[in-house]
């Protein structure tokens, strides 16, 4: 019953900010790990930007200095604030969650993906 909303997306100029949002729902016990992959038309997904429960990051070379990765453990939820966005930002932001369950298995769930759209 585990699921992953994203929300945040959208269209916004070169220079410009917007911030990712994914909640996890579900019979949650812990959330080891969650991230934020993208994937540009004709592209391979890549990831983003990770965070652990206990707040370890990394990121991307591509989008270091620019975005920053945070978690609210309470709400299950993870953040991905971009700043200073390009076009070559441009992607679908697909949230991930290593999740494990309550009396369940440790498995990875997907977001349903947001578009990010950076063009002036």
């Known amino acids: 019953q585990v699921q992953l909303v994203e929300s945040g997306g959208g269209l916004v100029q070169p220079g410009g900010s917007l911030r990712l949002s994914c909640a996890a729902s579900?019979?949650?016990?812990?959330?080891?790990?969650m991230g934020w992959y993208r994937q540009a038309p004709g592209k391979q997904r890549e990831l983003v930007a990770g965070i652990t429960a206990t707040g370890t990051t990394n990121y991307a070379d591509s989008v270091k200095g620019r975005f920053t990765i945070s978690r609210d453990n309470a709400k299950n939820t993870v953040y991905l604030q971009m700043s200073s966005l390009k076009p070559e930002d441009t992607a679908v932001y697909y949230c991930n969650a290593n999740i494990i369950q309550r009396q369940g298995p440790r498995a990875d769930y997907w977001g349903q993906g947001t578009q990010v759209t950076v063009s002036s």
């Open positions: 579900g019979r949650i016990f812990s959330i080891p790990a």
